[in-house]
């Protein structure tokens, strides 16, 4: 099975600043998605990308997806203390299956 | 809202021990999912389900069962606790989906936290 792989590991910014997460992953894809979670907790969806769409917006949320390079990135706009979290990508493998990412963790400084 | 709820928060148990993890949604999905949470390892698949009494192995199967009697619970056991199952345990349900163009989201349980001594 493939898996994601997350780029940064781990990443810190300011405040106000944004911040941008990419994943990579090997083979074809039904759909991406984008996962959070706050420490000690399950994970909450965020957002899904379909293969044929290539950018898609949920609030301050910007995920864009490159199949011909096999890349998604998640742009968290004017970012707050509270998107604190770790950030994970999923492929959807078949009908019934996601494959996971390794995750950012992304700390945001006040 | 989707309730995905899990039977421990944490969880101590001994090596050999039988262990139950239990895992109940309220939204009627089919689909339901056992994950196990490492660092740097990311999430992995146990093993799932996707009707009552029907069962599939995930990418890590080993060491561990699951029963799914009801609709509504899934639950995993590890017949013989051994300290390398210590990890963060991950329940998940989602809908049927309908193709490949619709792979619904899945919705989490807050995990439970199983340390083997």
């Known amino acids: 099975s493939q898996q994601g792989e997350e780029d940064p590991q781990a990443l810190s910014i300011q405040e106000g600043e944004n911040a941008t997460m990419n994943c990579s992953y090997k083979?074809?894809?039904?759909?991406l998605q984008w996962y959070r979670q706050n420490s000690g907790r399950g994970l909450v969806h965020l957002i899904l990308?379909?293969?044929?769409?290539r950018e898609k917006h949920s609030g301050r949320l910007r995920v864009t997806l490159d199949t011909s390079k096999k890349s998604s990135s998640l742009l968290i706009t004017a970012s707050r203390a509270a998107d604190t979290a770790s950030y994970f990508c999923a492929m959807s493998q078949g009908a019934q299956k996601l494959v996971f990412g390794q995750g950012t963790r992304l700390t945001i400084n006040p | 809202d989707v309730k995905v709820t899990q039977s421990s928060r944490y969880l101590v148990k001994r090596t050999g021990e039988k262990v139950f993890l239990e895992c109940v949604q309220d939204m009627d999905h089919e689909n339901m999912f056992w994950y196990r949470q490492d660092p740097g390892l990311g999430l992995r698949l146990i093993y799932f389900s996707y009707d009552v009494k029907m069962k599939e192995k995930g990418d890590i199967p080993e060491g561990y069962s699951v029963s799914r009697e009801k609709k509504e619970r899934f639950s995993l056991i590890l017949e013989s606790a051994s300290t390398n199952q210590t990890s963060m345990y991950l329940c998940a349900s989602r809908a049927r989906s309908l193709g490949n163009l619709a792979s619904y989201e899945q919705y989490f349980g807050p995990g439970t936290r199983l340390t083997v001594t």
């Open positions: 990308i379909r293969s044929n769409e």
């Open positions: 083979t074809s894809i039904n759909n």
